[in-house]
């Protein structure tokens, strides 16, 4: 199965810092099944990213992903205390569908 | 708007059986494939299951883990999708959502746990 492994763990931003999180697959994941979601404490995950750069409906603009092949990034332009959350990549181009362990995003 | 609700979980003695519902509306049931995910406690989403469209005679997958022991199964006169858990273990504790084929929308989920 395609191992996923999502960099760093846990990391803290101030507003309006510039925020980068990665993914690394273990094997080539095709790019239409790439997706990135959001899950705050409590709550159940949300769509947040889809085929690597496509953001889901009522995603801010300041969010980007961007990648290929075995590796992957999530980009936010600017932080905002909102965006405090976890996020996971996923895979499902290959069966098992995987995801990523997660990274932890604070707000300082 | 699309909405998805599960419910049948509870805490349940290792390896008791437990059934699992997903009701859902706003979206037409009958041509998506069906998705059961998992997440334990502080850990990471598991993907667990799959059952496919009529036109591809309801093939279900699973993972690894609950092969053998999770059956997933559908109506799609009642809009829903069920996981029928058996020989249930500690480490199936877990929440359990279920999702429509590509992942777009989730349920609240319902929280199984294991425990003697």
């Known amino acids: 199965q395609i191992v996923l492994t999502q960099s760093p763990a846990i990391m803290s931003a101030s507003p309006g810092e510039r925020v980068t999180m990665t993914c690394s697959a273990s094997?080539?994941?095709?790019?239409?099944?790439l997706y990135w979601y959001q899950q705050k404490s409590g709550s159940s995950p949300k769509l947040w990213i889809y085929?690597?750069?496509n953001l889901a409906s009522g995603v801010p603009a300041r969010f980007s992903g961007s990648g290929s092949g075995t590796s992957y990034s999530l980009t936010i332009n600017s932080m905002e205390a909102e965006d405090a959350a976890t996020y996971y990549c996923?895979?499902?181009?290959?069966?098992?569908?995987?995801f990523g362990g997660g990274t932890k995003l604070e707000i300082k | 708007q699309v909405q998805l609700v599960e419910t049948g979980g509870g805490l349940v003695r290792p390896g008791n059986s437990l059934k699992l519902s997903c009701v859902t509306s706003?979206?037409?049931?009958?041509?998506?494939?069906m998705h059961w995910l998992r997440q334990p406690p502080g850990k990471r989403l598991e993907w667990i299951a799959v059952?496919?469209?009529?036109?591809?005679?309801?093939?279900?997958n699973y993972a690894e883990s609950v092969k053998g022991r999770f059956t997933i199964s559908r109506d799609d006169s009642k809009s829903s999708v069920y996981l029928q858990m058996n020989r249930l273990r500690e480490e199936d504790t877990a929440t359990y959502y279920c999702?429509?084929?590509?992942?777009?929308?989730w349920g609240q989920g319902t929280l199984v746990t294991v425990s003697a």
């Open positions: 999702s429509p084929h590509s992942f777009a929308y």
């Open positions: 706003g979206f037409t049931f009958s041509n998506y494939r």
């Open positions: 059952i496919t469209v009529k036109s591809d005679n309801y093939g279900a």
């Open positions: 094997s080539s994941v095709s790019s239409s099944y």
């Open positions: 085929s690597i750069s």
């Open positions: 996923q895979q499902w181009s290959s069966n098992p569908y995987t």
